[in-house]
């Protein structure tokens, strides 16, 4: 079984940027697309970004696009998200999650495992 922790969310300004991590262990995530996803309070979580398992396909919701990079290293067994020019409507708790099953399935929310979260706060 795969444990997933997220880390480097935070408080930051609107405009200001926030690199997240996600460290797995357990098992390796090289064959498996991965996925981050967001939940604001009082909101349904939301898919955010998809990276395939070679990291060769990206995919994003509309609201990131240009400002949000998924990526990984699969080496380190590590997801990550850079989110830049944030904007105070990217508050929300970010997940990270995997999924044996094809990239493509990611944005419907399929995963096999999920983290806990990490909290990012966008001030205006």
């Known amino acids: 079984q795969v444990q997933l922790v997220e880390s480097g969310g935070g408080l930051v300004q609107a405009g200001g940027s926030l690199r997240l991590s996600c460290a797995a262990s357990g098992r390796t995530i090289s064959s498996s697309a991965m996925g981050w996803f967001r939940q604001a309070p009082g909101k349904e979580r939301e898919f955010v970004a998809a990276i395939s398992w070679s990291g060769g396909n990206t995919y994003y919701t509309d609201s990131v696009k240009g400002r949000f990079t998924i990526s990984r290293d699969n080496a380190k067994n590590t997801l990550y998200l850079q989110m830049n020019s944030l904007k105070p409507e990217d508050t929300a708790r970010y997940y990270c999650?995997?999924?044996?099953?094809?990239?493509?399935?990611?944005?419907?929310?399929?995963?096999?495992?999920w983290g806990k979260g990490t909290l990012v706060t966008v001030s205006s």
């Open positions: 999650a995997l999924t044996s099953k094809s990239v493509v399935v990611v944005r419907l929310g399929r995963m096999d495992n």
